[in-house]
């Protein structure tokens, strides 16, 4: 079997209701916990641990201007949101580390927060 750079969490809890993976992040939602993974890091947080998920708009960078004319700027396609939780579990090469009182922003799909709205007992507030 091929080595990957994505970390394997073991011991997922509750039933699978969703999976996504894009441009090289991996979103996982059960009826238990939330479990984000990207290369050589794995974030897993159970939904009785999350205190809230937000909407987080990244600041944006001015365009550089390179030879005259060609204009480089970064785009942010996604949107992205802040999850802030009582406890975070860091997965690695080295180890599962426990955080406390953590946020984590990810850019997540309308999909995936859809899924997140209609399985937990998280409250959706108009913005």
């Not at 990207?38 to 600041?59: C, R, W």
């Not at 984590?104 to 507030?125: A, G, Q, Y």
């Amino acid at each position: 079997m091929p080595e990957s750079d994505f970390i394997q969490v073991k011991g997922m809890e509750g039933e699978l209701l969703l999976y996504q993976k894009r441009n090289r992040l991996g979103c996982t939602l059960t009826t238990r916990e939330l479990i984000f993974q990207k290369p050589h890091a794995s974030y897993q947080i159970m939904l009785s641990d999350t205190m809230g998920i937000v909407p987080f708009q990244p600041e944006r960078v001015q365009g550089v201007q390179i030879l005259d004319q060609t204009e480089v700027r970064p785009l942010f396609t996604n949107q992205y949101y802040r999850i802030s939780a009582h406890r975070i579990y860091l997965i690695n090469r080295n180890g599962r580390f426990e955080r406390e009182a953590t946020d984590l922003l990810v850019p997540l799909t309308d999909r995936f927060i859809e899924h997140v709205k209609r399985h937990t007992d998280l409250v959706s507030i108009p913005t």
